[in-house]
């Protein structure tokens, strides 16, 4: 499931155009890899190579500062770029051939950025969990996960953290215009703060090239709910957690006696933590510059955005040369499932969808299967209906009091996940986006379950119990 250009854009540029080495000191290649129904497969002995390679590079450097200001720089070029071509899209369909293809390097050289991320965070989680392991080697593998996720709690307040406590002060200076659970007679002022606070995050709701239009009204609404919530009660709550979170883990460093090589390696892995979510914020931004040009291009050939996103890379500049595009009827079976298939030695690539997924379907799941079991994220118990959601454009469909079931989490996902009893990702490591904002939020967090998606629908009752790490079927 997913667009078909993101995809293919970044089939593209990992397998062929190999820009996973576009990484100051830390750029590798990749000859062995998988990304099925969302969630990321690596061949394990490569990985180990890759990530232990990472590490060594890492310890010796001490930071991952050239890497992140290398892609803060590329960011701001492609800013710069996106809105010289977005303030130019009246051109002629050759000149904006160029130009998607402009945005086709931009998009693919930062998400191969945010997987070198990935391989980052999941290096330096397998390495601490190794050295701890050494250390603490009385404790079950259970109560070393519980550990290290303490351990690995950054300091560092991440993009939706921040989000999050400028909406709750903007709601408490929201509420003197509120009667009667409605809002009323908005002074200038108030609806100034209202479209900055659109225009600095309207991003957010971009990912994968899906995206959900946000209006001042829609912030206004998640506004009046964070009044009626106490927003002042709110901002305490998450800022005692935070202290809270903090604390514990100066009082673990010294219950286990850890050394000084074992806390750069928990520096370092929070480090990559925080690394993680900016390199998502940079990923998201390039599906937010790249809207106006691909709805235009969706314009010329009589498509919605929405269904302009599951044409091809060489589909689209065959379209814009005058050649016929593949028809609705593909595209909408491609909005149901497809696959693609690179393999490199050959340089065989294909595509396929419809009829044709049949042969790689297979059913894992047990019909009798009452629990899943994964890893601790952020502790606590909830019982609630299940929300399945695995496109940015549903998460308005969430409900207050739902538990949150899917692949895993991303900025998007924030004010689904600030209704949510308890949130369950079948993907994830213990320093994810969910596990991140979970913590921040203080809600209960199952993250790696691998089966979560298939295993619950939508309406279930459930019972997460983010302590033992079980999600439970009642009924």
């Known amino acids: 499931k997913g667009a078909f250009l993101e995809r293919d854009v970044f089939i593209q540029y990992l397998c062929l155009k190999k820009a996973t080495l576009d990484a100051p000191n830390y750029g590798f290649k990749i000859s062995r890899y998988k990304y099925i129904d969302w969630a990321h497969y690596y061949d394990k002995k490569e990985f180990e190579k890759i990530s232990s390679g990472i590490v060594k590079k890492a310890l010796k450097i001490g930071n991952f500062e050239a890497f992140y200001n290398y892609r803060v720089k590329k960011d701001q070029e ?151 919530k106490d927003p002042l009660k709110k901002i305490k709550e998450m800022e005692a957690e935070r202290k809270n979170s903090i604390t514990k883990k100066q009082f673990l460093i010294k219950q286990y006696q850890l050394s000084k090589g074992i806390i750069k390696v928990l520096d370092l892995l929070t480090e990559s933590s925080f690394l993680e979510t900016e390199l998502v914020r940079f990923f998201q931004l390039t599906d937010f510059y790249g809207y106006p040009m691909l709805l235009e291009i969706g314009k010329r050939f009589g498509l919605t ?38 393999e490199s030695r050959t340089k065989t690539f294909k595509s396929f969808c419809g009829e044709e997924m049949n042969k790689y379907r297979e059913i894992f799941i047990d019909p009798d299967l009452k629990e899943v079991k994964g890893v601790v994220a952020s502790r606590g118990k909830a019982t609630g209906r299940v929300r399945v959601i695995l496109e940015t454009s549903r998460v308005n469909e969430m409900q207050e009091g739902e538990i949150l079931v899917t692949m895993m989490t991303t900025p998007s996902f924030v004010t689904a996940m600030k209704k949510a009893a308890a949130v369950v990702t079948s993907d994830g490591g213990i320093t994810c986006h969910a596990a ?40």
Request: hydrophobic share 40%; aromatic share 10%.
């Open 305 to 342: 955005f929405a269904e302009v996103v599951y044409l091809g890379i060489k589909e689209i500049i065959g379209g814009l040369k005058g050649k016929k595009i593949p028809p609705k009827s593909l595209l909408a079976e491609r909005d149901k499932m497809f696959g693609f298939y690179y």
């Open 78 to 228: 492609s800013k710069k770029i996106m809105e010289k071509i977005n303030n130019n899209l009246g051109v002629t369909n050759d000149k904006l051939i160029r130009y998607f293809n402009e945005y086709v390097k931009i998009r693919g050289t930062t998400i191969c950025a945010l997987l070198i991320g990935n391989y980052i965070v999941r290096g330096f989680s397998s390495y601490a969990e190794k050295i701890l392991r050494k250390k603490l080697s009385d404790l079950s593998d259970e109560e070393l996960k519980k550990i290290l996720i303490e351990l690995s709690f950054s300091e560092k307040e991440s993009v939706f953290y921040r989000r999050e406590k400028e909406i709750l002060n903007l709601a408490i200076e929201l509420k003197k215009f509120v009667v009667n659970d409605s809002l009323s007679n908005l002074s200038q002022e108030m609806k100034n703060k209202v479209a900055d606070f659109k225009k600095k995050y309207e991003w957010t709701n971009s990912m994968f090239l899906f995206r959900k239009e946000t209006s001042e009204a829609d912030i206004l609404n998640e506004l009046l709910d964070a009044v009626k």
């Open 436 to 475: 991140i904002i979970s913590r921040e939020l203080g809600i209960p967090c199952v993250i790696g379950t691998k089966i979560a998606t298939q295993f619950l629908k939508t309406g279930d009752l459930v019972e997460v119990d983010a302590v033992q790490g079980i999600v439970r079927k009642l009924d």
